[in-house]
């Protein structure tokens, strides 16, 4: 991460201060010229020189007297062709110090369009002033017709009487008269080589700055915490980096306003500090939405809201996107381009994607919808359609589930958000609803004993509801007495409800058999040999216990008595004391 830092520091360095001057000032003035349309020959713009637009002329000038060819830089210059001749060299350069040491204005602002800005006159623009110690004097550009080059914008005549005496004043007060005269005369890339020992010399001190800032605003956080008696999780060592670059990018321009650069390598050296502190910011901004993200996801996932979590993975990755496409448009911003236009190729560019691509924004927006919605996790039961499986993935595209089968289902997301889906892992219990066939030479007092014991015996098992536990006599169907019980089983676990349905099935068997009656076969049957019939002994002792009832008016018609449904409350010992399951759940 330092090494990355250190990246960041030194590219615009090297780009801003290294990279050769014409070709700074060729990319710079390429970018001020944001004319739609090619110029047409013979009109105002066609101008070798550049002097069409006021932008063009000012750094045409720059990079002439930049280049130390002062003669080209006067053809910049409103003074006749003889004057021009002889007192055009020294002029442009008295005028070239005046705009690196005492010009006040932007560079960024000058017009670039032919007529200048409508604001300030069609002839004549004031792109700034020369502050010194005794006036103000306005820079201001008039627009003459040449015979040769048409229309085009030069230095006035009014402003370069001023020159000579603002030259005077300011030259006096050069630091440079103080310094070596051999750090003053040689010159690189347009600026002296005391003002590039300068500006080396303060990246240290500007580090140093940066960094104890970042240490000063870690100070409020740490009081907090103690006060809060939090434990420090070094989340701000991540901000720390990011916030570094900024600052120290910030102090070291502080600290170049006052070495006082050449005007047009300070426009390049303020781009890239403008570079460096939006890194730092973006940088910044980034950290902070992933470490928030980080948090809110992980916090969803410890409360049980898997598909929250997940969601927040996505969530992260549209903000991270999101933060990089705002850090690009402001770099570019900063560097002169024309955002108007790379706006606007990206909103068509958009809609063209967006029509190319339906299906997968169908799908990412449907992938949104089921993880926000939380209808389905990983490690459901569910079924889809007329498929069942469990969730394996659910990534933005599709799912993932794992068939009864063993295959792999896959279905797109946007398929799945109209889909009826029901997930039998979020069932609180399970039904559990057998339809017994009764023989039909069952007597009344029989099928009532048997109703009475199998709903008896549904109110004792302690995992079976009492609350909706019910058998009833539901029809005369055309081979049997059709019984229905309705009980739902206390699990969500479906092999512990095999177990459990199994105990109730072979638990309704005894009843049955001991009622003395049995189940009807499911068709016509001819009987070949004598019937033995029912068994008179069982059916005797079913009616005997049925008559007791009703004399001691305790027939359970149609229902028990609620102090009896209470007293039968897990009365059954389940599982039985006989089976492998009862010896580890009764240990006693």
Same mark, same amino acid.
């Given at each position: =991460? ?21 070709? =700074? ?6 970018? *001020? ?43 910049? *210059? ?25 010009? #006040? ?60 005496? *603002? ?82 990018? =910030? ?9 006082? *650069? ?25 950290? #902070? ?174 995992? #079976? ?43 309704? =068997? ?79």
């Amino acid at each position: =991460m330092k090494k990355l830092a250190l990246a960041f520091i030194v590219c615009p360095f090297i780009l801003g201060l290294v990279l050769p001057a014409p070709v =700074m000032a060729q990319s710079v003035t390429n970018l *001020l010229k944001t004319g739609p349309q090619a110029p047409a020959p013979g009109s105002a713009s066609a101008d070798s020189l550049g002097r069409g637009t006021p932008s063009g002329t000012v750094f045409g000038f720059l990079q002439a007297a930049q280049d130390g060819n002062e003669r080209a830089a006067a053809d910049y *210059l409103q003074m006749s062709a003889a004057r021009r001749q002889s007192q055009g060299p020294d002029a442009a350069g008295k005028l070239k110090l005046l705009m690196d040491s005492a010009f #006040v204005g932007s560079l960024r602002r000058i017009s670039t369009r032919p007529e200048g800005d409508p604001e300030s006159g069609t002839d004549q623009q004031t792109i700034g002033i020369f502050s010194t110690r005794d006036s103000d004097v306005p820079v201001v550009l008039v627009r003459i017709a040449d015979p040769n080059d048409g229309k085009i914008w030069l230095f006035s005549a009014d402003t370069l009487s001023k020159v000579p005496e *603002l030259y005077d004043n300011v030259q006096a007060h050069l630091i440079e008269n103080k310094l070596p005269q051999s750090l003053v005369r040689n010159v690189f890339l347009g600026m002296p080589l005391w003002q590039w020992l300068a500006l080396f010399a303060a990246i240290p001190i500007a580090v140093a700055i940066g960094w104890a800032m970042v240490l000063l605003l870690a100070i409020p956080r740490r009081l907090f915490l103690k006060f809060r008696n939090r434990p420090n999780l070094h989340s701000y060592s991540r901000m720390s980096t990011p916030l570094l670059v900024s600052f120290s990018a =910030m102090a070291h321009r502080i600290m170049a306003t006052h070495i006082g *650069l050449p005007l047009l390598p300070r426009l390049y050296y303020s781009r890239s500090i403008g570079v460096l502190v939006s890194i730092g910011f973006f940088w910044f901004l980034l950290r #902070v939405s992933n470490l928030t993200m980080q948090r809110l996801r992980n916090h969803a996932i410890t409360g049980g809201r898997i598909g929250t979590g997940t969601l927040m993975v996505l969530a992260e990755r549209l903000l991270t996107a999101l933060v990089v496409v705002a850090a690009v448009l402001s770099i570019l911003a900063i560097l002169g381009f024309n955002l108007t236009t790379v706006l606007a190729g990206l909103g068509i560019g958009g809609i063209a994607i967006a029509f190319a691509a339906q299906k997968t924004l169908e799908n990412l927006f449907g992938g949104i919808s089921v993880l926000a919605d939380e209808v389905i996790r990983v490690g459901d039961y569910c079924r889809f359609g007329d498929r069942t499986g469990t969730v394996e993935d659910i990534s933005l595209r599709s799912t993932r589930v794992r068939t009864d089968a063993r295959t792999e289902l896959s279905i797109p997301n946007g398929t799945l958000a109209t889909m009826s889906i029901e997930n039998f892992t979020r069932r609180d219990k399970i039904l559990f609803g057998p339809v017994l066939a009764i023989r039909y030479e069952t007597s009344p007092d029989q099928l009532r004993y048997l109703l009475a014991e199998v709903r008896r015996m549904l109110y004792e098992h302690p995992k #079976v509801e009492d609350q909706s536990a019910s058998i009833r006599f539901a029809n005369f169907d055309t081979s049997a007495l059709r019984l229905e019980v309705s009980a739902y089983v206390l699990t969500r676990d479906s092999n512990e409800y095999a177990a459990i349905r199994e105990d109730l099935l072979l638990r309704i =068997m005894n009843i049955v058999e001991k009622s003395g009656t049995g189940f009807a076969f499911p068709s016509q049957t001819l009987y070949f040999s004598r019937d033995s019939g029912l068994d008179k002994e069982k059916a005797a002792a079913a009616e005997q216990q049925v008559q007791q009832w009703r004399d001691e008016h305790k027939l359970p018609f149609p229902d028990f008595a609620p102090d009896d449904k209470s007293a039968f409350r897990g009365s059954i010992v389940y599982p039985p004391l006989e089976s492998a399951a009862g010896e580890h759940s009764n240990p006693g």
